[in-house]
């Protein structure tokens, strides 16, 4: 139980162009997704934070133009890059807290890796 | 603030034999939860153990042992018999039940050789 389905898996685009990434709870209800970015052999590091049916919330030194994130329903959080330049290539997952039977987690997607040329 | 570290570098195991990966946080908080997570290279996070913070035994999952010492802020996890699938970077990280936010630390590679 409590999966979150994440694509697309990997994406390679132009330089200028935006990307739309998904996260879609399965068996669950995700009332909140936490969005994270990572570089090779680095943490994750928090991008934001959306809750379902409000504003996101977003970390220090995250651009909130450059990155936008839509929580429009309760099994789905989506990250759209927009106007992509090569930095903003890195590794995307999301994961959101859970209880299920009295236990208390977080799920993760299977991540995005994004290539910006 | 939270804080979660690891420092060991990088990590050779022999197979079979067991791994200790060290996890020490800094939190003001009394009520909080310790996770640890395995990447491989896949990228995905998986789950391994969770400990509470008023839990008075220590975790275990499987090959998997989480040594908890409460007085000492440390939850280094213990891998046993080690296997070449275990090759991956592990994350220890950490929430504090004020928030739903999760604390990472710098994570460790371990390579398992045969």
């Known amino acids: 139980g409590a999966v979150v389905s994440q694509h697309p898996s990997w994406v390679i685009c132009k330089s200028g162009t935006s990307v739309k990434i998904e996260c879609r709870s399965l068996?669950?209800?995700?009332?909140?997704m936490f969005w994270y970015r990572q570089f090779p052999k680095q943490s994750l590091m928090l991008m934001a934070t959306s809750n379902e049916g409000s504003k996101a919330t977003y970390e220090q030194g995250v651009e909130k133009d450059k990155f936008l994130i839509n929580h429009a329903s309760l099994t789905l959080s989506t990250l759209t890059v927009t106007s992509a330049h090569p930095e903003d290539s890195s590794f995307y997952i999301c994961s959101a807290p859970f209880i299920l039977q009295g236990s208390y987690g977080y799920t993760f997607g299977s991540g995005t890796r994004l290539t910006v040329v | 603030a939270q804080k979660i570290t690891q420092t060991q570098p990088g990590m050779f195991v022999q197979e079979k034999e067991a791994v200790t990966l060290d996890c020490t946080y800094d939190?003001?908080?009394?009520?909080?939860?310790l996770f640890w997570y395995k990447q491989p290279s896949s990228g995905e996070m998986i789950f391994l153990i969770y400990?509470?913070?008023?839990?008075?035994q220590n975790a275990t999952e499987g090959r998997y042992s989480l040594n908890f010492q409460k007085a000492r802020k440390s939850a280094n996890l213990v891998i046993s018999a080690s296997q070449l699938g275990d090759s991956a970077m592990y994350f220890c990280?950490?929430?504090?039940?004020?928030?739903?936010?999760?604390?990472f630390g710098k994570g460790n590679q371990v390579v398992v050789i045969p």
């Open positions: 939190t003001s908080d009394q009520s909080y939860g």
């Open positions: 990280a950490m929430r504090s039940y004020g928030n739903n936010r999760l604390a």
């Open positions: 068996d669950f209800q995700a009332t909140t």
């Open positions: 400990q509470g913070s008023y839990d008075e």
